[in-house]
């Protein structure tokens, strides 16, 4: 299947600092990729809409000026958390979507593990 | 509203079947998925049912589809210790590949 390729899987940063988280897709191109936060033993909660070449859409109460989303091209989405406080540690998932076939399957990235100390 | 729901912990023996159940409300879903997620890692695909259909046979896993009830479930036959992990069942809408995951069932697979 295709394969979905997310960097950093771990990262640790001091609060105030940004960090960005990468997503790609390694084997075919993603118009739109999204973005999903999970908290401890909880669900993916959708964060945002990566859209290559435009703004990206957020879901409500995200703020679009906390969480910086950039989909340059067409096999890469980058999620930039901005001045990240502790509260942003979480489990950070991004998924890009191909068509055609039997069904319309998302592949997901593995995962970034932000803590924020 | 767009909640979907599961129970969150299943125990099963080894070797036993084990059924992981899901609500939602959204009608117009198109696709509905079971993903799977060990600890510390990402989501992996087991499987998916398109709505039109009742039931899907894919080698130990059995979905089965109850549109008027909007009920999905998970089975898994001869469970084993490594099927232990979250499951995680998501919807995804007509003409939107915006998924709407459940509250995830953690199952715990004893020897």
């Known amino acids: 299947g295709a394969v979905v390729s997310q960097h950093p899987s771990r990262v640790i940063c001091k609060s105030g600092t940004s960090v960005k988280i990468e997503c790609r897709s390694l084997?075919?191109?993603?118009?739109?990729m999204f973005w999903y936060r999970q908290f401890p033993k909880k669900s993916l909660m959708l964060m945002a809409t990566?859209?290559?070449?435009?703004?990206?859409?957020?879901e409500q109460g995200v703020e679009k000026d906390k969480f910086l989303i950039n989909h340059a091209s067409l096999t890469l989405s980058t999620l930039t958390v901005t001045s990240a406080h502790p509260e942003d540690s979480s489990f950070y998932i991004c998924?890009?979507?191909?068509?055609?076939?039997?069904?319309?399957?998302?592949?997901f990235g593995q995962g970034t593990r932000l803590t924020v100390v | 509203g767009e909640d979907v729901e599961q129970s969150l912990f299943l125990s099963v023996r080894e070797g036993d079947s084990s059924v992981i159940n899901c609500t939602y409300t959204?009608?117009?879903?198109?696709?509905l998925y079971w993903y799977k997620q060990e600890p510390g890692a990402g989501l992996q695909l087991l499987t998916y049912?398109?709505?039109?259909?009742d039931m899907k046979q894919d080698q130990r896993l059995t979905v089965l589809l109850n549109k008027k009830d909007k009920h999905l479930s998970l089975r898994i036959a001869d469970t084993q210790t490594g099927d232990s992990a979250i499951y995680f069942c998501?919807?995804?809408?007509?003409?939107?590949?915006?998924?709407?995951f459940g509250t995830g069932t953690r199952l715990k697979v004893l020897a």
């Open positions: 959204d009608s117009s879903s198109t696709y």
């Open positions: 990566s859209n290559e070449g435009s703004k990206a859409t957020y």
């Open positions: 084997d075919f191109q993603a118009t739109t």
């Open positions: 049912i398109f709505s039109n259909m």
């Open positions: 998924s890009a979507h191909t068509s055609g076939g039997e069904s319309t399957e998302a592949f």
């Open positions: 998501a919807e995804m809408a007509s003409g939107t590949y915006k998924y709407i």
